[in-house]
T-cell receptor
């Protein structure tokens, strides 16, 4: 069964302390890997889409990378406003392009 | 994602009642997806609809749950005879095509069954 696993479940960082979140997947034909940010009581907010191994995308303090087995979300010099749950999702060739499989998320807390 | 409107934002139902969740897609979007997020769980796909058609309902429980997306008006997710285990956040996403890469999520409806 296609699965998406995120680690760690929770991460506490001091402001300015860089780190990475992991998303590993077991699939039979990855078509796209997504990263979302979700604030409490809100819907997922789209951050990045990655389509092929070796691809990288950046937005402010965030950089997403993709290999054949996993994706990383690198956070450089985080600020308290980066605190949120970060979700990883994938869609696979077998399921068609309309069904995303989500991980459980990583809850990031950035302490001032 | 402010363009995808879900209402109500919070819904409380007693066991055995019906819950109706509404989703108005972004302007120009004719594709709607429903996901459920249980406490401490990831979002799970439930159903994918286009106007007047259910394309994929493989993630939806076989009993008590139904979805529609009429020609006019919002998409509706209906849960009959709710039970405590139905308590969750229900998210709708819309897109202009069937490509999940282009979907935008709403703010969700939080259903509490008491």
């Amino acid at each position: 069964e296609d699965q998406v696993t995120q680690s760690p479940e929770a991460l506490r960082l001091q402001e300015g302390e860089s780190s990475s979140l992991n998303c590993s997947y077991t699939v039979s034909g990855l078509r796209g890997l997504f990263w979302y940010r979700q604030d409490p009581g809100k819907g997922p907010e789209f951050l990045f889409t990655l389509y092929s191994a070796g691809e990288e995308k950046e937005k402010e303090r965030l950089k997403a990378t993709l290999t054949k087995k996993e994706s990383f979300l690198h956070i450089t010099a985080p600020k308290p406003e980066d605190s949120a749950t970060y979700l990883c999702a994938a869609y696979f060739s077998g399921a068609g392009s309309y069904q995303l499989t989500f991980g459980k998320g990583t809850k990031l807390s950035v302490i001032p | 994602n402010a363009g995808v409107m879900q209402n109500p934002r919070h819904l409380v139902r007693r066991r055995g009642q019906e819950a109706r969740l509404r989703c108005s897609p972004m302007k120009g979007h004719s594709h709607v997806y429903w996901y459920r997020q249980l406490p401490e769980e990831g979002l799970k796909f439930m159903v994918y609809l286009q106007k007047e058609n259910i394309i994929d309902e493989s993630g939806m429980p076989k009993e008590r749950f139904s979805a529609e997306f009429p020609k006019e008006g919002p998409s509706i997710l209906r849960i009959q005879q709710v039970v405590r285990g139905d308590s969750a956040a229900y998210f709708c996403a819309s897109a202009s095509s069937g490509n999940a890469a282009e979907a935008f999520f709403g703010q969700g409806t939080r259903l509490t069954v008491v």
